[in-house]
Antibody, heavy 115, light 106 residues
Framework: QVQLVESGGGLVTPGGSLRLSCAAS????????MSWIRQAPGQGLEWIAY????????NYADSVKGRFTISRDNAKNTLFLQMNSLRVEDTALYYC????????WGQGTLVTVSS | VLAQSPGTLSLSPGERATLSCRAS???????LAWYQQKPGQAPRLLIY???TRATGIPDRFSGSGSATDFTLTISRLEPEDFAVYYC?????????FGQGTKVEIK
């Protein structure tokens, strides 16, 4: 069955960096769009980035453009999110999700940006 | 921008729920989806392409609409249906979610 497992979250100070990973299994990873979506505490969902299966096309939400980088390693079935210049408002549970629309989700990894 | 209404819907089990999602610009029906999220859980895909139920979704859930106005209908609320519902569009560039509608027990 499809499984997505995020990791790499934690506490970081404003201006810091963090790299999230999403390990995928149970499907042919290279054939699918993958996305990162976040949810601030008590708030709604915010899509932040997607990458096509081949990695040939990437798009970002304006809120993270220039600070976050999405990438993937199809040989290792892993999705990444490099987050730089983190802000307090980036505090959220970060989900990875498969496909367009998002038909499978991980359980999320919590990122807390605080001094 | 996707605007969902109402923000909260207070209903009893067995009642019909009608949730609205209005887009600021026309959205292709093929790009409109609905998700359900329960507390402490990841969202779950309910409806895609505006009206197609995802795998395993009961037929009491239905989606309709086109262009700028979309609707999610739950024909008879079951106890497990009380949750937050989000619409989402995946157009050509930026993808967005609505702010959500909470369906709570009256």
């Amino acid at each position: 069955q499809v499984q997505l497992v995020e990791s790499g979250g934690g506490l970081v100070t404003p201006g810091g960096s963090l790299r999230l990973s999403c390990a995928a299994s149970g499907f042919t990873f290279k054939d699918y769009y993958m996305s990162w979506i976040r949810q601030a505490p008590g708030q709604g969902l915010e899509w932040i980035a997607y990458i096509r299966g081949s990695g040939s096309y990437i798009n970002y939400a304006d809120s993270v453009k220039g600070r976050f980088t999405i990438s993937r390693d199809n040989a290792k079935n892993t999705l990444f999110l490099q987050m730089n210049s983190l802000r307090v408002e980036d505090t959220a549970l970060y989900y990875c999700a498969r496909n367009k629309p998002f038909d499978s989700w991980g359980q999320g990894t919590l990122v807390t940006v605080s001094s | 921008v996707l605007a969902q209404s109402p923000g909260t819907l207070s209903l009893s089990p067995g009642e019909r729920a009608t949730l609205s999602c209005r887009a600021s610009q026309s959205v292709s029906s093929s790009d409109l989806a609905w998700y359900q999220q329960k507390p402490g859980q990841a969202p779950r895909l309910l409806i895609y392409a505006a009206s197609t139920r995802a795998t395993g979704i009961p037929d009491r859930f239905s989606g309709s609409g086109s262009a700028t106005d979309f609707t999610l209908t739950i024909s008879r609320l079951e106890p497990e249906d009380f949750a937050v519902y989000y619409c989402q569009q995946s157009g050509r560039t930026s993808w967005t979610f609505g702010q959500g509608t909470k369906v709570e027990i009256k």
